[in-house]
T-cell receptor, first 110, second 112 residues
Framework: GENVEQHPSTLSVQEGDSAVIKCTYS??????FPWYKQELGKGPQLIID???NVGEKKDQRIAVTLNKTAKHFSLHITETQPEDSAVYFCAASMIYQLIWGAGTKLIIKP | NAGVTQTPKFRILKIGQSMTLQCTQDMNHNYMYWYRQDPGMGLKLIYY???????DKGEVPNGYNVSRSTTEDFPLRLELAAPSQTSVYFC???????????FGPGTRLTVL
């Protein structure tokens, strides 16, 4: 079955710098890759997604890239701000389900 | 459009008690999911449903039951609560996969 690995587990960056979170997946049949942001005490919120027929997608300060050959995808956050502090999860589609990464805690240092 | 709503927000149960966690969505999504999230950990799928009357087990179904009599509602039943079921429970819904899932605010359950 599908397996998703996410790195790093914790990422600390200076405010204004960029942050990159990486995920790898195992099943080449996966064709949809969403990213979620979870703030303390809240449910995960979909922030950006990408499908397997696209290599990159941007939405303001966030972008996602996908390398199907290498089976990895990444989340890029530029010009980080204090409100970007949260736990970020990647996922990969498998039939009716999403297979989740373990999460990355992003800390923005003032 | 309220999205996905969950009740209650918090609950404390004694060992052996039972309860039902409620989940309702108003987006007319056929697909619904229940997850649990232990402190500092990721999401584990308990059960999911692909439409009214159809449910299937996820990764960690033991100790739980679900039903799906309508498109909107997907309750999760805990029978004989155990301390290992202390967790935050999230309900989610989705349009036809593969698409993103939309999460409720969660129910924080403590079993003592």
């Amino acid at each position: 079955g599908e397996n998703v690995e996410q790195h790093p587990s914790t990422l600390s960056v200076q405010e204004g710098d960029s942050a990159v979170i990486k995920c790898t997946y195992s099943d080449s049949a996966s064709n949809y890759f969403p990213w979620y942001k979870q703030e303390l005490g809240k449910g995960p919120q979909l922030i950006i997604d990408i499908r397997s027929n696209v290599g990159e997608k941007k939405d303001q300060r966030i972008a996602v890239t996908l390398n199907k050959t290498a089976k990895h995808f990444s989340l890029h956050i530029t010009e980080t701000q204090p409100e970007d502090s949260a736990v970020y999860f990647c996922a990969a589609s498998m039939i009716y389900q999403l297979i989740w990464g373990a999460g990355t805690k992003l800390i923005i240092k003032p | 459009n309220a999205g996905v709503t969950q009740t209650p927000k918090f609950r404390i149960l004694k060992i052996g008690q039972s309860m039902t966690l409620q989940c309702t969505q108003d987006m007319n999504h056929n697909y619904m999911y229940w997850y649990r999230q232990d402190p500092g950990m990721g999401l584990k799928l308990i059960y999911y449903s692909v439409g009214a009357g159809i449910t299937d087990k996820g990764e960690v179904p033991n100790g739980y039951n679900v039903s799906r009599s309508t498109t909107e509602d997907f309750p999760l039943r805990l029978e004989l609560a155990a301390p290992s079921q202390t967790s935050v429970y999230f309900c989610a819904s989705s349009p036809q996969p593969p698409q993103g899932q939309y999460f409720g605010p969660g129910t924080r359950l403590t079993v003592l």
